[in-house]
């Protein structure tokens, strides 16, 4: 599930963008941030994004705004944090985030979740169940994949890029059910339980950054 978010963190945020000051794209990354002494303030510290599960994405795109420098670094090998023990905590840590990085949007939820199964998991399923041109582009598909992870997972070889290859339909499947899960959960609950605390949804949308 990682190496899949990683991909398509890259991918939809192009983090190599963040340090041109013309470009609109920005990078936050929650334990990992280093900001400067005088430009946080000037941000608004975290007081401007108190009601915002993804605050540091959206600390990242308030330095930006008021014309902060801003680069992103790998410290692969470096440094680490522990993300989630297992599966069921991954699961409820992005039910807590998803659905806000969306702008609270249910339309978004409703476009982004047949797309990503088409283009992810229906494959790997055509591979084996469909024929002629549908089994052909579907066996593309799954090659492309594959390589995108060989090019991303490099360093630990291709034993590892085909495993996680392997994997890609489920890895999908499951970010695709947090995300569900994440709009009906905030949607039907009307807010955001966090570690005990209770965040009402329109507190949640009116703090828009």
Known sequence: MAAFEIIIFVMTQRPC?????????????GAFNLVRREA???AGTHRAI??????DMK????????????????????????WHRTVR????????????????RAGTVILVTPLLLLANVFPFAGVFLAHGAARALSVMSVALI???Y???????????????????????????????????TILANGGVEWRGTWYPLQQLKENGV
Do not use: C, N, W
Not at 17 to 29: H, L, N, S
């Open 89 to 104: 905590g991954a699961v409820r840590g992005l039910t807590k985030s998803m659905f806000p990085s969306m702008d609270y």
């Open 17 to 29: 963008r963040a340090k041109d000051p013309r470009a609109r794209e920005y990078v936050g990354i």
């Open 150 to 184: 060989a090019h991303q997972e490099g360093r630990k070889g291709l034993g590892a890029s085909l495993l996680y290859a392997a994997l890609h339909p489920f890895s999908v499947s499951v970010l695709v059910y947090a995300m569900l899960r994440s709009a009906y």
């Open 59 to 82: 600390l990242a795109k308030l330095l930006k705004d008021r014309g902060f420098r801003q680069d992103v670094a790998s410290g692969d090998g470096l440094l680490g944090v522990e």
């Open 50 to 55: 108190r009601m915002r599960p993804d605050d």
């Open 146 to 148: 594959t390589l995108v």
């Open 40 to 42: 946080y303030p000037e």
